[in-house]
């Protein structure tokens, strides 16, 4: 069932390494889509880390001097309502997005992750009643699971990044359930019992390697409808709070208000958030091609 | 023959039994659903009194606290109140909104119209987008036109639809600056279609685009795909080799039998539509329960937040099971179990 990544690299591995090069070249002609993505995503997480040393102004600092001030050599991408600099404030905000995106993605998916192995592990009644509690929080779609959330702890960042993580919980389990279900009869686990193996060592060292696919092509996928939620949270007022810089809370308030008179506030925002997402999705789409043996061989 | 007479005869019982299985299957869940709710909502450390004294000034008084308490019945046993939300439910009463003291129903009803109108004008929008698509980018399966429609496609899932509403409304104020001197806004009252349809169309043609195209997106992607094994069909090829025109092969054959799975996504993202309508409601400014929602959570207004959550939730339980049926009856192949 599971695939041996070793065994199918040596497969596609022509006799002699291919440079780098080569190799980028080879995968940029496979994956044209993917390798865009990754491109975007690895621009992304430079600009976070290296947001101090890009960024041309402070993030925060108001000048009321240069209020909607137009895109042009002392500001790149103009400024907004209080003077501050557009771009400064975007690529500081790509902190914001990856940090709540990374964050809520891998914590929801690795709790689903042990969940839905769980669940498929002990099966029965057991199965049935968690399946029935995951039936529940699927009920809710994802923005309004979030908002119950939110209006229960609260906005800030840390409030944001649990309101995303627990809608994820059960998507993932869900999906790595149905993997470890197949897993559980094969003879491995069965011999693993047969050696007395307690179930938390089962779970975590036998069965839990087996399904990484599934769960590395939903916490690729959560990433970028991480970053959406935030935007969308922020946006409504409801998520991070001023004066942090998030994408979302740049386009609340100011950006409609002087949509007119100062269109790039409400432009170049929305255009971090929607490139961000858009890399995330193509390389979440990469890697699930790359990683589904079902969809390997068309 | 007699054998496949006996099989027709059974399928209805079958699929009596599986909706009726199915039926059962919802309670559970709605009242898992109302079970959480509710006791989130009871998580909150205070509660809305509290809130309301704490909002009024510094001088907290225990005195009106009580009687603030009592009034909206907060200092009865939690189990009785639960009772109650779960009778209000069964009966379509959720009692009065704590922000402004009406009944949550009359509420809702102002709204629902509006909301309703707009996810059913968004599902066209996604539907006219979505099968042509997706049927032209699974017959040019790897060319740069399905690379194209694949790019366009995610970026209706990469691009909220509140920055798309946004940019819509900049459009349009720069296109009729432009073209007729001064700038045009979609109007805010709503008046109903049957009152007033072009000034009612002006007005929610914009939510609905915006909203309709992220949701296309995932029917786009979905029609493609399913339309990517129907092409490697069996009778695809005997319809070819038989020297049919490709443009009937693709519009009897191939499209009609990957339809299927396109319905079924439709149908569940139309129960998702109202998570789309928080943020579009938002940005176009529709007094819907989009907005209603999200003004009821910076109130602190539990009562409506339970109530609209209860209401989302059950349309989109009631939304599964609907296409759930649907799918075995578009499909005479599927035997209900």
């Known amino acids: 069932m599971a695939s041996n990544p070793a065994y199918d690299a040596a497969l596609d591995a022509p006799a002699e390494k291919p440079s780098l090069g080569a190799r980028l070249l080879r995968l940029m002609r496979k ?3 993917g390798t865009g993505g990754l491109l975007i995503v690895v621009i992304m997480v430079l600009a976070a880390a290296f947001a101090p040393w890009l960024s041309p102004y402070d993030p925060t600092a108001n000048d009321f001097a240069a209020m909607h001030e137009a895109p042009g050599a002392e500001h790149w991408l103009g400024t907004d309502q209080f003077g501050r600099d557009l771009l400064a404030r975007i690529i500081y905000g790509a902190r914001t997005a990856l940090v709540v ?95 007395g193996y307690s179930h938390t060592r089962i779970i975590l060292r036998h069965m839990v390697p087996n399904v ?22 922020s946006y409504l007022g409801l998520g991070v709070q001023e004066p942090t810089p998030a994408w979302g809370l740049m386009l609340q308030g ?41 969809l390997r061989s068309q | 023959m007699v054998a496949g007479a006996c099989e027709r005869k059974a399928q209805p019982r079958a699929m009596a039994q599986y909706i009726l299985k199915r039926l059962l299957l919802l309670f559970p869940t709605l009242l898992g659903a109302a079970v959480l709710v509710f006791f989130l909502m009871r998580l909150i450390p205070g509660d809305v009194c509290e809130l309301r004294m704490a909002g009024t000034g510094a001088y907290f008084d225990e005195e009106a606290l009580k009687i603030c308490q009592a009034e909206l019945g907060l200092n009865r046993p939690v189990m009785v109140q639960f009772w109650e939300f779960i009778r209000g439910y069964a009966t379509f009463n959720f009692g009065d909104s704590m922000y402004t003291g009406r009944p949550i129903v009359d509420e809702i009803g102002l709204r629902f119209e509006l909301s309703l109108q707009v996810a059913i004008m968004a599902t066209i929008t996604a539907i006219l987008l979505a099968i042509p698509l997706g049927t032209i980018s699974a017959i ?18 990469a691009m909220p639809s509140f920055w798309l509403g946004i940019l819509i409304i900049l459009g349009l104020l720069i296109t009729t600056q432009a073209w007729f001197g001064t700038a045009w806004m979609p109007p805010i009252q709503y008046k109903a279609i049957w009152v007033d349809p072009v000034y009612n169309l002006s007005m929610l043609i914009w939510p609905a685009v915006a909203t309709g195209y992220r949701y296309s997106a995932v029917a786009t992607r979905m029609t493609r795909s399913a339309m990517l094994e129907v092409l490697r069909e069996d009778y695809v090829r005997t319809a070819r080799a038989k020297g049919l025109l490709e443009k009937l092969i693709i519009r009897r054959h191939a499209l009609k039998n990957s339809l299927l799975p396109v319905v079924t996504v439709i149908g569940i993202e139309f129960a998702f539509l109202m998570g789309g309508l928080v943020v579009t409601e938002q940005v176009f400014n ?10 009821s959570v910076t109130n602190f207004d539990y009562n409506m937040t339970q109530a609209l959550v209860m209401v989302v939730v059950t349309v989109f339980v009631l939304t599964n099971f609907v296409v759930d049926v649907m799918y075995g009856w578009l499909d005479p192949r599927i035997h209900y179990r």
């Open chain 1, 31 to 33: 994956q044209p889509l």
């Open chain 1, 101 to 195: 995106g990374f964050v809520s993605a891998l914590f929801g998916g690795t709790i689903g992750l042990v969940l839905g192995v769980a669940s498929a592990y002990f099966g029965g009644r057991f199965d049935l009643f968690f399946q029935r509690v995951m039936d529940v929080f699927m009920a809710f779609p994802l923005i309004i699971m979030a908002l119950a959330v939110v209006s229960i702890f609260g906005t800030g960042i840390q409030n944001v990044i649990i309101a995303i993580t627990i809608p994820f919980v059960p998507r993932c389990a869900r999906v790595v359930r149905s993997s470890a279900l197949a897993l559980r009869d094969i003879p491995f686990i069965d011999a693993a019992r047969a050696m």
């Open chain 1, 212 to 233: 990484m696919a599934p769960y590395l092509i939903m916490i690729t996928a959560f990433v970028g409808q991480a970053i959406l939620l935030e935007a969308s949270l």
């Open chain 1, 254 to 294: 100011g950006a409609e208000e002087y949509a007119e008179s100062a269109p790039w506030i409400a432009v170049f925002p929305g255009l971090a958030i929607t490139l961000g997402v858009f890399g995330f999705n193509l390389f979440g789409d990469a890697v699930r091609d790359a990683l589904d043996p079902k």
């Open chain 2, 140 to 157: 040019k399966q790897n060319t740069w036109i399905d690379y194209g429609v694949r790019a366009f496609s995610i970026a209706g899932i």
């Open chain 2, 286 to 295: 529709l007094n819907g329960l989009g907005k209603l929602f999200v003004e």
